[in-house]
T-cell receptor, first 113, second 114 residues
Framework: GNSVTQMEGPVTLSEEAFLTINCTYTATGYPSLFWYVQYPGEGLQLLLKATKADDKGSNKGFEATYRKETTSFHLEKGSVQVSDSAVYFCALFLTSGTYKYIFGTGTRLKVLA | DAGVIQSPRHEVTEMGQEVTLRCKPISGHNSLFWYRQTMMRGLELLIYFNNNVPIDDSGMPEDRFSAKMPNASFSTLKIQPSEPRDSAVYFC????????????FGQGTRLTVV
């Protein structure tokens, strides 16, 4: 079946540290891939996306590359800030068939000053 | 654009009562999704609509849950009767019909059933 697996949290880093949150997926067809971020008490916001293999999504210093060969979409940031503390969700959207989003379980990131 | 609007933001109700959650999608969007978020189960898709028609309701937990979308600008999720285990944050999201594949989420409704 279709699924998304992301690394469990929480992830605790010091300010300016390098961040990687792993995400792998299983899907039939060619999904679009997303990273969403959820700040406390808020809904999910789109952070970045990639719609085809080898695409790189980027936003606010975060990057992720759609790797079809490894079915991965790892999130990276070179230097995290305290304000990046949030829960990050990896998701896929099936562009044929069911047309629905499948989310990972979320990874909580805590950045310490 | 005001984004996806959900109401109420918070709801506290007694077990056995009927609860109705409301959602106004972004104008022009033709797909609407209802999700439930809990610590134990994460983000679960309950149901989604395309052009106001329910396409997949396999995530609706049981008959106590029902959802409607009478027109393109309004949807409701009703729980009757409510139970304490329904306590969660319920999110509505919408997506437009063209090209873009990302969903836009509302702020959510935090439901507490006591």
């Amino acid at each position: 079946g279709n699924s998304v697996t992301q690394m469990e949290g929480p992830v605790t880093l010091s300010e300016e540290a390098f961040l990687t949150i792993n995400c792998t997926y299983t899907a039939t067809g060619y999904p679009s891939l997303f990273w969403y971020v959820q700040y406390p008490g808020e809904g999910l916001q789109l952070l970045l996306k990639a719609t085809k293999a080898d695409d790189k999504g980027s936003n606010k210093g975060f990057e992720a590359t759609y790797r079809k060969e490894t079915t991965s979409f790892h999130l990276e940031k070179g230097s995290v800030q305290v304000s990046d503390s949030a829960v990050y969700f990896c998701a896929l959207f099936l562009t044929s068939g069911t047309y629905k989003y499948i989310f990972g379980t979320g990874t909580r990131l805590k950045v310490l000053a | 654009d005001a984004g996806v609007i959900q109401s109420p933001r918070h709801e506290v109700t007694e077990m056995g009562q009927e609860v109705t959650l409301r959602c106004k999608p972004i104008s022009g969007h033709n797909s609407l999704f209802w999700y439930r978020q809990t610590m134990m189960r994460g983000l679960e898709l309950l149901i989604y609509f395309n052009n106001n028609v329910p396409i997949d309701d396999s995530g609706m937990p049981e008959d106590r849950f029902s959802a409607k979308m009478p027109n393109a600008s309004f949807s409701t999720l009703k729980i009757q009767p409510s139970e304490p285990r329904d306590s969660a944050v319920y999110f509505c999201a919408s997506r437009d019909r063209e090209g873009n594949t990302e969903a836009f989420f509302g702020q959510g409704t935090r439901l507490t059933v006591v």
